[in-house]
């Protein structure tokens, strides 16, 4: 089976610190295979269903991210992409307006 890759990650909060990098069908199914029981309601349904058919290759890709980011934000665990930012984008600063003299 090959594996199916989002062509954008979805974060997810998973747990109180921790935040979870969702990459590809396989990564969306385990976690929602590990969403507490009782509060597995209809969306959360509707996303799981969507996952199993990309699968099953009854359903793109697409349609199963937008199931997951909609049950992502439904409960309130949607994050945005971290932002990384390397060393040679961060200024100086000397003086008053940062610019060096």
Known sequence: MKVQAFEHAIF????KNSIRELECIDDALAFLGSWPQ?????IYQSAYRAC???REE???LDGARNALLCFARSAGVLEHAP?????WMIAPRNGRGGILA
Request: hydrophobic share 30%.
């Open 12 to 15: 997810v909060r998973d747990g």
């Open 38 to 42: 009782s509060r597995r309601g209809p």
């Open 52 to 54: 199993q058919a990309v």
């Open 58 to 60: 009854r359903l793109h």
């Open 83 to 87: 932002v990384s930012i390397e060393p």
